[in-house]
Nanobody
Framework: QVQLVESGGGSVQPGGSLTLSCTTSGYIGGGDCLGWFRQAPGKEREMVAI????????YYSSSVHGRFKIDQQNKQKPVSLQMSDLKPEDTAIYFC????????????????????WGQGTQVTVSS
């Protein structure tokens, strides 16, 4: 059984930093994408960052580009999301997800293309 488990959430002041980690267990299939998504209260789930399974290619939403970095050293390592210069609008539940689709179909991060999800971790940015 495939599982994704997030950790590293918490509360931070504006301008601060946090690093999230997603540990995968089980075979997630031959898909090319692992990603971070977030969902704020009353809003739809949105893509934050996508990485090619095993590391390398990455794709970011415009709202986090230049502030967040997604990383994975190899397929056996966790997927991390380094977040810096955090803003109150970054407050949300952050989810890790895996896709069974090829890169061209999943890198833009449409949630419908991701079949395996973690339980989420809360990130709160507030002064």
């Amino acid at each position: 059984q495939v599982q994704l488990v997030e950790s590293g959430g918490g509360s931070v002041q504006p301008g601060g930093s946090l690093t999230l980690s997603c540990t995968t267990s089980g075979y997630i299939g031959g898909g090319d994408c692992l990603g971070w998504f977030r969902q704020a209260p009353g809003k739809e789930r949105e893509m934050v960052a996508i990485i090619f399974n095993g590391g390398g290619l990455a794709y970011y939403s415009s709202s986090v580009h230049g502030r967040f970095k997604i990383d994975q050293q190899n397929k056996q390592k966790p997927v991390s999301l380094q977040m810096s210069d955090l803003k109150p609008e970054d407050t949300a539940i952050y989810f890790c997800a895996a896709s069974a689709r090829p890169w061209a179909e999943c890198y833009k991060g449409s949630p419908i293309n991701f079949g395996v999800w973690g339980q989420g971790t809360q990130v709160t940015v507030s002064s």
